[in-house]
């Protein structure tokens, strides 16, 4: 099993930036696919950002262009650079993983507390 707890989140303008960390444990960091995820007040969680082993990286559309997703295996860490934030990302994000890059809407380890991003307008 892996375990998950993620940083970074906060208040910010429109237009502002964050930088979100996960640091995992528990499994083969390097082995898995990494995803975030968000989960706004009374919508479903869903996918934002997913990386493979290898990065090979994918994005919800409507973070596009605006977020990056990177790993540091070395350091077990997963990141999520948030730029151009807009008020429809106000969420709660959590990092997870999943066995493999195909599999990131199906991740499989224990969900952590998250991070709240808070963007006003």
């Known amino acids: 099993q892996v375990q998950l707890v993620e940083s970074g989140g906060g208040l910010v303008q429109a237009g502002g930036s964050l930088r979100l960390s996960c640091a995992a444990s528990g499994s083969s960091f390097s082995s898995n696919a990494m995803g975030w995820y968000r989960q706004a007040p009374g919508k479903q969680r869903d996918l934002v950002a997913g990386i493979s082993r290898s990065g090979t990286t994918t994005y919800a559309d409507s973070v596009k262009g605006r977020f990056t997703i990177s790993r540091d295996n070395a350091k077990n860490r997963v990141y999520l650079q948030m730029n151009s934030l807009k008020p429809e990302d106000t969420a709660v994000y959590y990092c997870?993983?999943?066995?493999?890059?195909?599999?990131?809407?199906?991740?499989?380890?224990?969900w952590g507390q998250g991070t709240q991003v808070t963007v006003s307008s």
């Open positions: 997870n993983a999943a066995r493999l890059f195909s599999t990131l809407r199906q991740p499989f380890g224990s």
